[in-house]
Antibody, heavy 121, light 110 residues
Framework: EVQLVESGGTLVPPGRSLRLSCAASGFTFDDYAMHWVRQPPGKGLEWVSG????????GYADSVKGRFTISRDNARSSLTLQMNSLRIDDTALYYC???????????????WGQGTMVTVS | QSALTQPPSASGTPGQRVTISCSGSSSNTGSNYVFWYQQLPGTAPKLLIYRNNQRPSGVPDRFSGSKSGTSASLAISGLRSEDEADYYC???????????FGGGTKLTVL
């Protein structure tokens, strides 16, 4: 069974840093691109960042560019989001998402984790 | 303000057919695939339709997607109470070089 388990979310003051992790299992991790998508409480979905199967390319939403860094460790089947200079409007449930394909800009968000909550206050 | 425009709400009675629209621009829905996601209350989103009109295995054929120009639609036929959820459309945006979502449509089954 495909599983994505996020961790690292917590309450953090504005301006601080936080690192989110996602442990993947049940599929060949390095065959797929991965993403982070967030959802503020009571609001809609916002794509945050994506990374190709081999870390060869990454992408970021304008709202997080220069502050967040996505990375992956294929040997450990893990995905990470380093979040710096956190702002109040970064408060959201952060989902780890498996892509349908190899590249972060071409296909669907196929499998979603349950999310980890980040509160900036 | 979302890049893709969806009605905030929709409703129908059991057995009815409902459609949810998703309107974008030439840089997103007009030139790229549209995807649909279903988010049941208190759960993570789930892929419902990919590449405009393709259903992942396990998604009932009551759900269908279509696209024409810069607009897309999700149709749900034979509406059931368990279809009550939030529905989101998404597409790649060439101008932003990133993914954009619609604001979501809350479907109520009366």
């Amino acid at each position: 069974e495909v599983q994505l388990v996020e961790s690292g979310g917590t309450l953090v003051p504005p301006g601080r840093s936080l690192r989110l992790s996602c442990a993947a299992s049940g599929f060949t991790f390095d065959d797929y691109a991965m993403h982070w998508v967030r959802q503020p409480p009571g609001k809609g979905l916002e794509w945050v960042s994506g990374i190709n199967w081999n870390s060869g390319s990454t992408g970021y939403a304008d709202s997080v560019k220069g502050r967040f860094t996505i990375s992956r460790d294929n040997a450990r089947s893990s995905l990470t989001l380093q979040m710096n200079s956190l702002r109040i409007d970064d408060t959201a449930l952060y989902y780890c998402v498996k892509d349908r394909g190899l590249f972060w800009g071409s296909d669907a968000f196929e499998i979603w984790g349950q999310g980890t909550m980040v509160t900036v206050s | 303000q979302s890049a893709l425009t969806q009605p905030p709400s929709a409703s129908g009675t059991p057995g009815q057919r409902v459609t949810i629209s998703c309107s974008g621009s030439s840089s997103n829905t007009g030139s790229n695939y549209v995807f649909w996601y279903q988010q049941l209350p208190g759960t993570a989103p789930k892929l419902l339709i990919y590449r405009n009109n393709q259903r992942p295995s396990g998604v009932p054929d009551r759900f269908s997607g279509s696209k024409s120009g810069t607009s897309a639609s999700l149709a749900i036929s034979g509406l059931r109470s368990e279809d009550e959820a939030d529905y989101y459309c998404a597409a790649w945006d060439d101008s932003l070089s990133g993914w954009v979502f619609g604001g979501g449509t809350k479907l109520t089954v009366l």
